[in-house]
């Protein structure tokens, strides 16, 4: 899935190791300076029991008619450690993440927008849905809530991992809980449900794209040995698919600013990365192993 629409999951969701109590930002392999940390440090921000429950494996009951079994350790797990990184999302340069990636869960990001307020974050939070003081979207797989907390805007981006609708929002408002501490009800994520006022949540956007494998891509992006993306820009048609080729011999990455979820794993030298994008939209990314190695993907 989100970071608030780094889309949470994201940006919402935008895949990525130090744990929550002493985290710092990503470092590159080459030894590049990282960015400074933001305050708050969003490894900080949510308690480690509300993490492993966002983030624990499925249980029978959450998971949509005709699905696969549930994990037999379905129990919540202890919290993931939460990886770290101070980035810059759509035109905000300093913003902080923290990555919680459960091997048999959910996907949990936190983004802290510091010195921030919702309005002022209109670029990022298009497409959310006002429920409260608190902006909300979600799919059938993703969902995102932003908030202010203090003179800071906090994002939570849930990839639910195949949990069903209800579940989902349950699992985010608990996360909104711990961390605020304030009460919240969230409908089900979904076209039909209603809020606590009785309005309708308005029809969630779409997803904006999934990992393949094996596809023909309509646009091949080589990551080099100068530290750029070639091409830095490529367009697609919705439905298209894009292939990230390490043609390099250094590590990289692709990491898309308000889209965590299409984010790749670290890519050695030779490793390919291919994305079919089903959300029309401007997508930038970026390498975090090396700062102004940035590219774009516009989808119409």
Same mark, same amino acid.
């Given at each position: ?97 923290? #990555?919680?990636?459960?091997? %048999? +869960? !959910? @996907? $949990? =990001?936190?983004?802290?927008?510091? &010195?921030?307020? /919702? *309005? ?5 939070? #298009?497409?959310?849905?006002? %429920? +409260? !003081? @608190? $902006? =909300?979207?979600?799919?059938?797989? &993703?969902?995102? /809530? *932003? ?10 981006? %849930? ?12 699992? /985010? ?125 516009t989808v119409s």
């Open positions: 899935m989100w970071t608030l629409r780094r889309r949470l999951v994201g940006a919402l969701l935008l895949p990525l190791l130090a744990a929550c109590g002493s985290a710092t930002s990503e470092i590159s392999p080459d030894n590049v300076a990282a960015p400074a940390e933001v305050t708050p440090n969003a490894c900080s921000v949510i308690p480690h029991s509300a993490v492993a429950t966002a983030v624990s494996p499925p249980t029978a009951a959450e998971l949509p008619p005709a699905s696969p079994s549930a994990s037999a350790s379905s129990a919540p797990l202890a919290s993931p450690p939460g990886v770290y990184e101070a980035t810059s999302v759509g035109s905000h340069p300093n913003v902080g993440q923290c #990555t919680y990636r459960s091997a %048999l +869960g !959910p @996907t $949990l =990001v936190v983004s802290v927008y510091p &010195n921030s307020t /919702l *309005a002022g974050l209109a670029d990022i939070t #298009t497409g959310l849905h006002p %429920l +409260g !003081p @608190t $902006l =909300v979207s979600g799919t059938d797989n &993703n969902g995102l /809530l *932003a908030f202010q907390d203090g003179d800071s805007v906090v994002g939570i981006a %849930l990839d639910a991992g195949g949990l069903n609708q209800s579940a989902l929002a349950r699992r /985010l408002g608990t996360a909104f809980v711990a961390i605020t501490g304030a009460p919240l009800t969230l409908p089900e994520l979904s076209a039909s449900a209603a809020t606590s006022t009785g309005a309708a949540v308005p029809t969630p956007l779409p997803a904006a794209g999934a990992q393949v494998t094996g596809v023909t891509a309509n646009q091949t992006v080589q990551q080099t040995n100068t530290l750029k993306f070639d091409p830095a820009s490529v367009s697609v048609s919705v439905g298209g698919v894009v292939l990230w080729d390490n043609s390099s011999s250094v590590a990289h990455n692709v990491t898309f600013d308000a889209n965590p979820e299409l984010t790749s794993q670290t890519m050695n030298g030779g490793d390919k990365f291919e994305l079919k994008f089903t959300r029309a939209g401007q997508y930038a990314y970026h390498c975090t192993f090396h700062p102004g190695m940035d590219g774009t993907v």
